[in-house]
């Protein structure tokens, strides 16, 4: 055997023993999201109610642990209406990383632009995102692929598929 072989092959058990160590962080993430959902229910069978950050102490605990974590403070405090609106109903949060433009699910998902300025406000709050330019990319070569009909049947997917319900 080359020395060459026996560096791929090296680099190969290196490789799968990331492949590995992700893995377990992965189910731990899952584990520990599990866990957070259970006491979000129990909050919400206790009627907590989740007021403001700087005003009430549960909203204050949760975003300064946050940020003494390692979370920007916008993060934390987009985290925050996140749990805010969970605990209020009592639903898992699905995803903590799904909000954009500091808005809340709720918003993100609800009020319709009543003009031009509004819906041009809410695309620059898309565009600005980092992951904005990645999505028009792939949405534009499902399209050219014809994996999609239409652009807007793509955007549909893709919400749904983030679990976003649109009607």
């Given at each position: 055997?080359?020395?060459?072989?026996?560096?791929?092959?090296?680099?190969a058990a290196l490789i799968a023993t990331d492949l590995i160590e992700a893995k377990q962080h992965?189910?731990?993430?899952?584990?520990?999201?599990?866990?957070?959902?259970k006491k979000i229910v129990k909050l919400n069978k206790d009627k907590v109610v989740i007021g403001r950050?700087?005003?009430?102490?549960?909203?204050?605990?949760f975003v300064d642990t946050l940020v003494q974590g390692g979370s920007a403070k916008k993060t934390a405090q987009n985290y925050l209406s996140l749990f805010k609106d969970a605990v209020k109903t009592g639903k898992p949060v699905l995803d903590w990383g799904g909000v954009r433009g500091g808005k809340s699910?709720?918003?993100?998902?609800?009020?319709?632009?009543?003009?031009?300025?509004q819906l041009a406000?809410?695309?620059?709050?898309?565009?600005r995102d980092s992951d904005f330019e990645t999505f028009v990319t792939d949405?534009?070569?499902?399209?050219?692929?014809?994996?999609?009909s239409t652009l807007l049947e793509g955007i549909q997917s893709y919400l749904e598929s983030e679990g976003i319900e649109l009607k």
């Open positions: 055997m080359t020395t060459e072989k026996i560096s791929y092959a090296n680099e992965d189910d731990k993430a899952s584990l520990l999201r599990e866990g957070v959902n950050y700087n005003v009430c102490a549960v909203a204050t605990a699910r709720k918003d993100a998902k609800g009020a319709k632009a009543t003009t031009p300025k406000d809410k695309l620059a709050t898309a565009y949405l534009q070569a499902s399209f050219q692929n014809d994996e999609i």
